[in-house]
């Protein structure tokens, strides 16, 4: 199966880490992706991980993928209010083109 | 650079009627275009992926003679929601695929198009 969950909502306060965490129940995954929704726009991509990785860090961001407990998750250090959106991860899997599957998404809000 | 553009950003018709949304890659020749359908605060359902020159690949449950894609060009792709229902209301998302050498195949999203059918 390709079911990607994501909790739905996630509340921090402005300069405090968030952590959205995905979860994915197919192993054939070659990457995996975090993108960004802002209201009434398209996606943009945040960062992605190659499978064979753990971490990857990118400025206020970083991605860890736990393979065994297919469990993937998007820190953002030091919140700011610009960060909130919704939040998707995605995952391309081997032998799928480059066909995106994608999460539930997470709406993440910022409080001053 | 990987801009994609959609056009128009917000539609509205008549019920009937058909509507032309175009998806272009700006600055970069896309292998690959996708077309997704997103209803409110839920996630992006694929719709079909078009190569440029060949028939667009539709997910199931997807109509193809309802939503007509055209892959006319490796920087624009089209699509057509034939005699548009209120159902049809939604927000439509392209993107392009390009493989960029090392980092595997990344895709670049159109800012999306909002379909209102009354």
């Known amino acids: 199966g390709e079911d990607v969950e994501q909790s739905l909502f996630l509340s921090v306060r402005e300069g405090d880490s968030s952590v959205i965490n995905c979860t994915y129940t197919?192993?054939?995954?070659?990457?995996l992706y975090w993108y960004k929704q802002e209201p009434g726009a398209g996606l943009q991509l945040l960062t992605y991980i190659f499978s064979n990785m753990d971490m990857k860090q990118d400025q206020r961001l970083t991605v860890l993928l736990n393979k065994k407990d297919k469990h993937l998750s998007l820190r953002i250090a030091d919140t700011q209010t610009g960060d909130s959106a919704i939040y998707f991860c995605a995952e391309v899997l081997t032998g799928g083109g480059n066909k995106l599957t994608f999460g539930t998404g997470t709406q993440l809000k910022v409080e001053l | 650079g990987a801009v994609v553009s959609q056009h128009p950003s917000r539609v509205i018709c008549k019920s009937g009627t058909s509507v032309k949304i175009e998806c272009r890659s700006l600055?970069?020749?896309?292998?690959?275009m996708f077309w997704y359908r997103q209803f409110p605060k839920k996630s992006l359902m694929l719709m079909a992926t078009?190569?440029?020159?060949?028939?667009?690949?539709?997910e199931q449950g997807v109509e193809k003679d309802k939503f007509l894609i055209n892959h006319a060009s490796l920087t624009l792709s089209t699509l057509t929601v034939t005699s548009a229902h209120p159902e049809d209301s939604s927000f439509y998302i392209c993107?392009?695929?390009?493989?960029?050498?090392?980092?595997?195949?990344?895709?670049?999203f159109g800012p999306g198009t909002r379909l209102l059918v009354l």
């Open positions: 078009s190569n440029e020159g060949s028939k667009a690949t539709y």
């Open positions: 197919d192993s054939s995954s070659t990457y």
């Open positions: 993107s392009a695929s390009t493989t960029i050498a090392g980092d595997g195949e990344t895709q670049y």
């Open positions: 600055d970069f020749q896309a292998t690959t």
